[in-house]
C-alpha cells in the first residue's frame, strides 16, 4: 500500500479568514497537481495563529466555519484530501481543532494538551477535546496530535492503542535559538513510543512579536529523519509513504513545489543552520511581516553611527530593500563628527536614504519653556532625557507623515535595566532587537559584514562601518559620555542578565559563578525598577525562551530584592 502526503508550511495572516481560505486552496490545487492523496496544513491555518482573544470573537469562529464548508465544497468534486484547521465551537465549548476533508465532508478531531506557559494562554481560551481516535483514509489509521499533544505522551500513546498507523501533526511552534533540535527529540520519542511515523508541519511567518521559522520535517518510526522542508519560507513537499510488514514508512522521491527547489534538504544527515544566521533571519522574517501584514509603505529609523541603529538598518535593508527604508541623523551639540560620519557611512553602504534634522533649536526651545520652572536647579539627566525626546518626536513626525513604521533600534541589555528613554529613543511602532542582548548585537554585524543571509534583498558585505563596531558605545548626550559611565562592561552585564532573566538564578548563584555582589545587586536592582518602561515599550521580535512581554510577567510595583 503507497500514500502521498503533501505538507504545505503556509504564512498565514491572523484575522483574515478570506486571505487565509485563498492560500489554502491554492495549496491544494498545487498538491493536486503533484499527485498528491492528501494536504496536511499547520494549526488553526484558516484563522492564523495565534488568535489571542480574537477568537472570543463569535463571527470570527462563524467565518472559519464557512470557509470549512467551501472547502467541504471543493472537495466533492475530488482532489486531495484535506487536514485543515479552525477554531470551532461545539456544545457550548470553543475548541482547537483539525478537520479531515474529503468527498464533501469533514470528520473534526480536537487538541487535547492545551498550552499555558510563556506567549501560550490556550486554558483561556479553548476547551480541551476528548483524546482523539484515529481517522480512517483509503484504509489508513491516521492519528492528528495537534501540536502541544505531542509535547505530552498520552495523546499519541491513545492513538497507538486505537490502531494509528501515521501520525499527522499540525503546529504553530513559534521560533526560539536552539529549539529546532527540541522539536526533533520530542517527534523521536513520540514515534519510539507509537512506532509509527509522524509528520510535523510548521507554520513559517511574523506575528507580531513571534516568529514561526517552518522547518517543518517528516520522522519515520525509527527516529531517521526522512524530510525537512525549508526555514522561514512557505513551501509544499508530496512526501511518498510504503506500507510493509513493519508498518508505513516515508520514501522517496520527493515531489516539491518549484518555489522550494534547492531549499528543501531530502537527505539525511543535515545541519541546521548556524545560531547567528537563524537568529538574523529571525529578525528579517519578523519585521517584514509587521510591515507587510500591517500595510505600512517602509519604515524610518534614527541613524546615529552607532552599532545598534547600523545593525537594525541592515536587517530593514535585507527585509524590505533599500527603497523602502529612509535612516535620519539627528546631531545635538553632544554629537560627535565620528558618529555623523559613520551614520552617513552606514546609509552609503545600504543605499539608503539618508535625511539629516538638527535637534538644537528644538532643545533649545523646550529647555526655554521649562526653564521658569527649574529655576535655577542643576542640569541632570532631564535635559538629557529632553533631546532623546525632541529626537522621538520628530521622527514619528516623518512616521505619520510618510506612512512609514518607526523602528527603534535599542537592545535587549539596555531594556533590560532601564538605559533607554520612555517618548525618547523608546518611541516607534517595532523592534528588531528587542530580544538581543548587546553583546550579541556586535557579533550579528560581524557576522553580517562576511555573509548574505538568505532571501536578503541585498547581496553587498561589509553593510557596517568598522568603526561602529569598534568605538564605545555612546548615547552622546553630554560631553564624552559613554555607557561604561552608568552600566558594567557589556560582557559582565549581558552575563548577569542571562542569569537573571533567562536562567531566574538568585543573587548568590550568579556571585558564585565568580561576579561581584554588589554589581550582581544593582543590576538586579536596575532590572526590577525599569519594568514600567519595558510595559510600554513597542513590540519586537522574539529570539529567547525568555522575551520581555507575555514570556516574563513581573509586576511594575515590585518590593522584593535579594
Partial sequence: MTLSIALAQLNPTVGDVAGNLARVRRARERAAELGADLLVLSELVLVGYPPEDLVLRPALVDAAASALRELERDSASGGPALLVTLPWRTDGCLHNAAAFVADGRSELRFKHELPNYGVFDEKRLFNPGPLPAPITFRGVRIGIPICEDIWLPSVTAHLARTGAEILLVPNGSPFEVDKFEERLDLARARTSESRAPLAYVNQVGGQDELVFDGGSFVMNADGTLAHRLPFWREAIVVTKWEK???????????????????????????????????????????????????????????????????????????????????????????????????????????????????????????????????????????????????????????????????????????????????????????????????????????????????????????????????????????????????????????????????????????????????????????????????????????????????????????????
Avoid at 281 to 297: C, E, I, T
Avoid at 325 to 346: K, N, W, Y
Avoid at 372 to 400: C, H, I, W, Y
Avoid at 412 to 433: F, I, P, Q, R
Fill in 244 to 562: 510493509d510488514s513493519n508498518g508505513f514508512r516515508c520514501v522517496g522521491p520527493v515531489l516539491t513545489d518549484l518555489s522550494s527547489v534547492g531549499h528543501v534538504l531530502s537527505d539525511v544527515p543535515w545541519q541546521e543552520p548556524p545560531r547567528l544566521e537563524t537568529i538574523y533571519s529571525a529578525m528579517m522574517l519578523g519585521l517584514r511581516d509587521y510591515v507587510r501584514k500591517n500595510g505600512f509603505k517602509g519604515i524610518v529609523l534614527g541613524l546615529s553611527g552607532g552599532i545598534d541603529s547600523a545593525l537594525t538598518a541592515a536587517v530593514a535593508v535585507d527585509a524590505l530593500g533599500a527603497a523602502r527604508v529612509r535612516g535620519v541623523r539627528l546631531p545635538s551639540r553632544f554629537t560627535s563628527q565620528e558618529s555623523m560620519d559613520d551614520a552617513a557611512d552606514s546609509a552609503a553602504r545600504l543605499g539608503i536614504t539618508l535625511e539629516t534634522m538638527t535637534i538644537g533649536q528644538a532643545v533649545e526651545a523646550a529647555e526655554a519653556a521649562l526653564a521658569p520652572v527649574f529655576k535655577n536647579r542643576e542640569r541632570d539627566v532631564t535635559e538629557e532625557n529632553l533631546q532623546a525626546r525632541v529626537r522621538g518626536l520628530l521622527l514619528m513626525g516623518l512616521s505619520n507623515k510618510f506612512g512609514e513604521l518607526l523602528v527603534t533600534t535599542g537592545n535587549k541589555s539596555e531594556m533590560s535595566v532601564g538605559y533607554a528613554t520612555l517618548y525618547g529613543d523608546m518611541c516607534g511602532g517595532y523592534s528588531v532587537l528587542k530580544d538581543i542582548y548587546k553583546t550579541e548585537v556586535y557579533a550579528l554585524a560581524e557576522w553580517r559584514n562576511t555573509h548574505v543571509p538568505e532571501d536578503s534583498a541585498i547581496t553587498a558585505l561589509d553593510v557596517t562601518p568598522q568603526s561602529s563596531i569598534t568605538k564605545a558605545p555612546t548615547a552622546e548626550l553630554r560631553p564624552n559620555q559613554t555607557d561604561q559611565d552608568s552600566l558594567p562592561p557589556y560582557d559582565v552585564l549581558d552575563a548577569i542578565l542571562h542569569g537573571l532573566i533567562e536562567e531566574e538564578e538568585s543573587v548568590d548563584q550568579i556571585v558564585a559563578k565568580g561576579f561581584d555582589r554588589a554589581t550582581v545587586s544593582r543590576v538586579q536592582r536596575l532590572l526590577y525598577s525599569a519594568e514600567y518602561k519595558r510595559r510600554q515599550a513597542p513590540p519586537g521580535v522574539k529570539i529567547t525562551r525568555k522575551s520581555f512581554g507575555r514570556d516574563r510577567r513581573y509586576p511594575m510595583t515590585n518590593a522584593f530584592r535579594e
